[in-house]
T-cell receptor, first 112, second 112 residues
């Protein structure tokens, strides 16, 4: 079983829709959970960052972590064409670990 | 604003050439990473460095080497470029107080 599983999509939604992006993981040591957004031909940029379980909201974006189910989600409300990108989840066990473990990314298209 | 700068956005090289990819960060970060990103395979770690002159192999180091002579600069070297090294190369840095990465914009390398 891979450490982090993420549906590659592609996912296509109409403008204004609520988008749900998800990752599952197997390593119960993960403590830090991140979502990166990557536009075409660009490097990933950090979108959301959560420590341990719970929710975090930033504008139209909500990150949710359920450690008991080993499941994390990113919700995008009122999706816009500018949200069209690949979204990668990433995780880190902390405690001085250097390396993030990434999902392969979900490609999202928001259609005007 | 923190920055990771990769020297080239696009490169075309011939098979057998020695190729240098340069990465510079201005955040005084200890850790730096080189990834390649291919469709369907996600991000794969080539090498990382947690200090000047220190390096560690990642998941796919074969055919690559690295150099870190100064804290801010981490170079990836393709000793003898091959067509299967055609890819998007991403450099990232990581500070000690935050577990996420800051990525550069990437170098799209084509080996012909």
């Amino acid at each position: 079983q891979k450490e982090v599983e993420q549906d590659p999509g592609p996912l296509s939604v109409p403008e204004g829709a609520i988008v749900s992006l998800n990752c599952t993981y197997s390593n119960s040591a993960f403590q830090y959970f991140m979502w990166y957004r990557q536009y075409s031909r660009k490097g990933p940029e950090l979108l959301m960052y959560t420590y341990s379980s719970g929710n975090k909201e930033d504008g139209r974006f909500t990150a949710q972590v359920d450690k008991s189910s080993k499941y994390i989600s990113l919700f995008i409300r009122d999706s816009q064409p500018s949200d069209s990108a690949t979204y990668l989840c990433a995780m880190d066990p902390g405690a001085g670990s250097y390396q993030l473990t990434f999902g392969k990314g979900t490609k999202l298209s928001v259609i005007p | 604003d923190v920055k990771v700068t990769q020297s080239s956005r696009y490169l075309v090289k011939r098979t057998g050439e020695k190729v240098f990819l340069e990465c510079v960060q201005d955040m005084d970060h200890e850790n730096m990473f080189w990834y390649r990103q291919d469709p369907g395979l996600g991000l794969r770690l080539i090498y990382f460095s947690y200090d000047v002159k220190m390096k560690e192999k990642g998941d796919i180091p074969e055919g690559y080497s690295v150099s870190r002579e100064k804290k801010e600069r981490f170079s990836l070297i393709l000793e003898s470029a091959s067509t299967n090294q055609t890819s998007m190369y991403l450099c990232a840095s990581q500070g000690s107080l935050f577990y996420g990465y800051t990525f550069g914009s990437g170098t799209r390398l084509t080996v012909v």
